[in-house]
């Protein structure tokens, strides 16, 4: 009997649907894809924070204000558990943090568009969040257990705030004739960069056959893309609002909806740090961070005296 090479075993215990866990073996691109798409999953989690912290101060009642902080905040704490299954790959927080800000590493192209009104919480959590569980929760199936496990509390968040985003809408779409308009203004500028957010299409994604491989990724771009155009059209009709292309209509044949083409032109000039917010979302990031090193010096400091206190004690 030939003995299988490391890389086989590998590839068996994948196509058996089996977990492969930190201190298991593993091919090195294996692990850099990992790490490549964690790190970009994390870094859109704390950069996402922005656009909706935008509107905390502005939030029209205690009660929207108090639920609003409460999911920008749930934003901070994926980023940390994201963060943390990085760094079981071996790849320090540090280090990730300081590749996203010498932009050398991305975040998700939703996150550079501006929000000019309250309705866009509302197309935020519908939308945006939206396109995140159709996204995310395939990946509570990852071959990788420690990303797979942290996907399982996102869902369940993400979920939560995707609901608060279609109340925010259904309450403008049935309020005044401003609000509703404020509504529909809102949707009509997220439709599209959400379509965007599941990648380019197949036959331009260039990481999709070997991550499908080894079950990173479970469904193509495209397919996935497919099934949040499904989920929408009707929801739209619940909220009374209309997604801004005309070409949406219900396809008997395929059995799903056919939707119009998407610009791909603006995805990728948004990919090359052209989108309308690319510049300014860096330079936040970059000045909350220097502006916050004395929170991590402090920590640190702290950390270490705990930990020769206890040494102390025990000597
Ligand atoms: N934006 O070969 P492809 C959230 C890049 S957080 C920017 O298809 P892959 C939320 C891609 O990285 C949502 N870049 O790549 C937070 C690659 O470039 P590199 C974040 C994109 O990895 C707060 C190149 O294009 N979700 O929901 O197989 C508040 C070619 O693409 C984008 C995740 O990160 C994009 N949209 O597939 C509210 C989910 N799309 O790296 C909400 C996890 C593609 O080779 N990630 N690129 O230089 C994934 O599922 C996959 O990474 C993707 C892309 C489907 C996004």
């Known amino acids: 009997m030939v003995a299988m090479t490391q890389e086989q075993e590998f590839q068996e215990l994948v196509d058996a649907d089996q977990r492969i866990e930190p201190r298991d073996w593993m091919p090195e691109a294996y692990r850099k894809t990992l790490i490549r798409q964690i790190a970009q999953h994390?870094?859109?989690?704390?950069?996402?924070?922005?656009?909706?912290?935008?509107?905390?101060?502005?939030?029209?009642?205690?009660?929207?204000?108090?639920?609003?902080?409460?999911?920008?905040?749930?934003?901070?704490?994926?980023?940390?558990?994201?963060?943390?299954?990085?760094?079981?790959?071996?790849?320090?927080?540090?280090?990730?943090?300081d590749l996203l800000h010498a932009g050398r590493q991305k975040y998700s192209s939703i996150f550079n568009y501006p929000t000019v009104t309250w309705a866009d919480m509302g197309a935020i959590g519908w939308l945006v969040d939206g396109a995140a569980i159709v996204n995310q929760v395939p990946i509570t199936r990852c071959s990788y257990g420690p990303y797979a496990r942290a996907m399982v509390r996102i869902c369940k968040e993400e979920s939560f705030h995707q609901r608060q985003g279609f109340e925010i809408l259904h309450t403008l779409s049935h309020g005044t004739p401003a609000q509703h308009e404020m509504a529909q203004d809102a949707v009509n500028r997220w439709w599209w960069p959400s379509l965007m957010m599941f990648g380019p299409p197949d036959d331009q994604s260039p990481n999709s056959?070997?991550?499908?491989?080894?079950?990173?990724?479970?469904?193509?771009?495209?397919?996935?893309?497919?099934?949040?155009?499904?989920?929408?059209?009707?929801?739209?009709?619940?909220?009374?609002?209309?997604l801004p292309d005309p070409e949406i209509r219900w396809d008997e044949a395929a059995g799903n909806y056919a939707f119009g083409d998407i610009d791909w032109t603006e995805f990728f000039e948004v990919l090359k740090g052209n989108g309308p917010c690319n510049a300014a979302r860096m330079e936040h990031r970059v000045r909350a961070h220097v502006e916050g090193s004395w929170v991590r010096e402090a920590a640190t400091s702290y950390a270490e005296k705990t930990a020769a206190r206890v040494q102390e004690g025990a000597a």
């Open 209 to 242: 056959a070997q991550s499908m491989a080894w079950k990173i990724k479970r469904f193509s771009n495209d397919e996935l893309r497919q099934k949040f155009v499904d989920m929408t059209v009707p929801q739209a009709e619940v909220l009374g609002l209309t």
């Open 42 to 97: 994390a870094h859109s989690e704390i950069i996402g924070m922005q656009p909706e912290g935008n509107w905390i101060t502005r939030a029209p009642s205690l009660r929207r204000k108090a639920i609003l902080m409460a999911k920008v905040q749930d934003e901070a704490g994926h980023g940390l558990y994201l963060y943390s299954a990085a760094e079981t790959l071996g790849v320090g927080r540090d280090e990730l943090l």
